[in-house]
């Protein structure tokens, strides 16, 4: 009977600790691994027996590469990963992470990622002097176009997703980054983006009003400024109107999640406890 107990509690072990999906965990910018070490701990507490990997790639000031270089080196690594999990994994990015996750999704679309959590990332794009000084504390708000579209600005990561919403002819003439990946600009991987999105079973967006970083924090929805610098939100934008990457096809099939929170500044994200048990481990089943 004793041996007959202890298998039955052994069995319901290896059931819980089987049954949750590998999380793969990309940093925002100037930082690095350590920063998502409460995500990665918290996963671990409330689902034993998750994998998790916390890239360390670019951490602090190599976080300023090209992001396409950066997509492409973590990309690589993610897509390894997945191999060893058929079954899928799911995708966590926060701050520029959550923007490089995305586009990691689309550069490989053979990727077997399920759900994909961007927190509090520049999905749209971003114009805004509190990240700006971050980074670029002598670059004033209204010229720093003049870098970052320009050649030397394009080897950035943010100049790579920098969006003037008063120089949009220049941004899209000199950047090599924000309007290919959200298909703004067609090229021949144009279709690849798409699916790369699409295949996802879900997509979950989580910003908030007071993020105090990400400008408009509506990016971090997909929002983002129009016409006399008021903000539109998602759905009428045209990427989503025209499924450019396939947010409508997302958000009609129910796999789109929307998430504001309101009172969580932007350095606060990833290390509030509150916000990950509440809008975060659900998703990851």
Not at 184 to 193: A, D, G, H, L, V
Not at 227 to 244: A, G, H, S
Not at 247 to 261: F, H, M, N, P, Y
Request: glycine letters at 8%; charged letters at 20%; hydrophobic letters at 40%.
């Amino acid at each position: 009977m004793k041996f007959t107990l202890l298998s039955y509690i052994v069995i319901n072990l290896l059931i819980v600790t089987q049954s949750y999906k590998p999380v793969f965990l990309i940093h925002g910018i100037m930082t690095g691994s350590v920063c998502m070490d409460l995500i990665k701990a918290r996963i671990e507490e409330k689902h034993p027996g998750t994998m998790v990997f916390n890239t360390d790639r670019f951490g602090g000031w190599s976080s300023l590469e090209n992001m396409w270089y950066q997509a492409q080196q973590i990309g690589s690594d993610l897509i390894n990963i997945t191999q060893l999990y058929p079954e899928g994994i799911h995708l966590l990015g926060y701050s520029q992470g959550a923007l490089l996750s995305r586009t990691i999704l689309q550069a490989f679309p053979e990727h077997n990622v399920k759900n994909f959590i961007s927190l509090s990332g520049p999905q749209a794009g971003q114009y805004g002097t509190d990240f700006l000084h971050l980074i670029f504390p002598d670059l004033a708000l209204k010229s720093a176009f003049e870098l970052f579209y320009s050649r030397v600005g394009q080897h950035t990561s943010v100049g790579n997703y920098w969006n003037d919403p008063y120089h949009q002819t220049l941004y899209k003439e000199y950047s090599q980054y924000l309007p290919y990946v959200n298909n703004e600009i067609k090229s021949n991987r144009s279709e690849e983006f798409k699916k790369g999105i699409t295949k996802l079973n879900k997509m979950i967006l989580i910003g908030g009003p007071d993020d105090n970083v990400i400008t408009p924090w509506e990016s971090s929805q997909f929002g983002y400024y129009g016409e006399n610098n008021t903000v539109v939100n998602l759905i009428d934008r045209d990427i989503y109107k025209n499924d450019l990457i396939g947010l409508k096809t997302l958000d009609d099939a129910g796999r789109l999640k929307i998430i504001t929170v309101p009172g969580v500044d932007h350095f606060m994200w990833h290390l509030n406890i509150s916000i990950v048990d509440n809008f975060i481990l659900p998703y990851l089943d």
